[in-house]
């Protein structure tokens, strides 16, 4: 029997975060194409679908929210919830920079009026306590969000670009920055830097679309109303459907199975 040919997401996608010497600017890049192709198949294998519109600034929101998580410290469990207001709705992204994963998914249901659009940003690390901060930006689109979000938040200019062939970048102002010619950058200046600066690579890493949910975590998360209200979670029926909150992935729960993992996690 010949082994199974390695699936080529399982090393990831290569984030690219260089330094631009003498300019004191950061810049991480990459092209998302591939990892696209895992988040649609996520979408594929659990029978989802999202409106053109919201599918279109999900998918850049995870290239910028990625090259975020290329350009932190290994150590964290990133969180972000976007609030859009036009379009209305909300966009989830989460990744981990020690395991090197993203995932995310959109929430167009029942949104609440928030009324402006806002980031919310969640940061774990290990020994510290939970940071959370919130933005309020301008803006319809992600390059917004997020250049609001260093701005405001970690008191740090960035600028985002989209460098076409789903490739973007984003460049970071470092302390002594040169910052007219970090205003001034354009796409093209961006993707061809290395020809008029010195650049030095500084980080190569490879990110996977991966949430890490499965049945056993969704029933540790319905034990609770399991506990306190059976009937109300399974409204008479013998099953009920559960979106995972971070990726939607599609479980169905059978009040069974349900009831015997209650009473063995009750009787260990």
Same mark, same amino acid.
């Given at each position: 029997?010949?082994?199974?040919?390695?699936?080529?997401?399982?090393?990831?996608?290569?984030?690219?975060?260089?330094?631009?010497?003498?300019?004191?600017?950061?810049?991480?890049?990459?092209?998302?194409?591939?990892?696209?192709?895992?988040? =649609?198949?996520?979408?594929?294998? *659990?029978?989802?679908?999202?409106?053109?519109?919201?599918?279109? +600034?999900?998918? !850049? &929101?995870? /290239?910028?929210?990625?090259?975020?998580?290329?350009?932190?410290?290994?150590?964290?469990?990133?969180?972000?919830?976007?609030?859009?207001?036009?379009?209305?709705?909300?966009?989830?992204?989460?990744?981990?920079?020690?395991?090197?994963?993203?995932?995310?998914?959109?929430?167009?249901?029942?949104?609440?009026?928030?009324?402006?659009?806002?980031?919310?940003?969640?940061?774990?690390?290990?020994?510290?306590?939970?940071?959370?901060?919130?933005?309020?930006?301008?803006?319809?689109?992600?390059?917004?969000?997020?250049?609001?979000?260093?701005?405001?938040?970690?008191?740090?200019?960035?600028?985002?670009?989209?460098?076409?062939?789903?490739? =973007?970048?984003?460049?970071?102002? *470092?302390?002594?920055?040169?910052?007219?010619?970090?205003?001034? +950058?354009?796409? !093209? &200046?961006? /993707?061809?830097?290395?020809?008029?600066?010195?650049?030095?690579?500084?980080?190569?890493?490879?990110?996977?679309?991966?949430?890490?949910?499965?049945?056993?975590?969704?029933?540790?998360?319905?034990?609770?109303?399991?506990?306190?209200?059976?009937?109300?979670?399974?409204?008479?029926?013998?099953?009920?459907?559960?979106?995972?909150?971070?990726?939607?992935?599609?479980?169905?729960?059978?009040?069974?199975?349900?009831?015997?993992?209650?009473?063995?996690?009750?009787?260990?």
């Amino acid at each position: 029997m010949q082994p199974e040919a390695p699936n080529p997401a399982d090393a990831g996608h290569e984030i690219a975060t260089d330094f631009v010497r003498h300019r004191n600017v950061l810049i991480a890049r990459g092209a998302f194409s591939e990892l696209y192709v895992d988040y =649609y198949l996520h979408l594929a294998e *659990h029978g989802l679908r999202n409106a053109d519109e919201h599918d279109a +600034l999900f998918k !850049e &929101a995870l /290239a910028l929210f990625t090259l975020h998580c290329a350009s932190r410290p290994p150590n964290e469990t990133i969180a972000w919830t976007l609030h859009f207001q036009e379009p209305f709705v909300n966009l989830f992204l989460g990744g981990d920079t020690e395991e090197s994963i993203v995932t995310g998914r959109v929430f167009a249901d029942d949104v609440k009026e928030m009324g402006s659009n806002r980031i919310y940003a969640d940061v774990a690390r290990p020994g510290r306590e939970l940071q959370r901060s919130m933005v309020s930006f301008d803006g319809s689109g992600a390059f917004a969000a997020i250049e609001a979000f260093y701005a405001k938040s970690e008191q740090l200019p960035a600028r985002c670009f989209d460098l076409g062939d789903e490739i =973007y970048a984003i460049a970071f102002a *470092h302390p002594d920055c040169d910052m007219p010619w970090f205003e001034s +950058l354009t796409a !093209e &200046a961006i /993707a061809r830097v290395g020809e008029s600066e010195t650049v030095v690579a500084m980080e190569r890493r490879m990110f996977r679309w991966r949430c890490g949910c499965n049945e056993r975590k969704i029933f540790e998360v319905l034990t609770p109303l399991m506990k306190q209200d059976p009937e109300g979670l399974f409204g008479g029926a013998d099953d009920v459907q559960v979106n995972c909150p971070r990726c939607a992935a599609r479980y169905r729960v059978t009040r069974t199975a349900l009831e015997a993992f209650v009473a063995g996690k009750s009787g260990g």
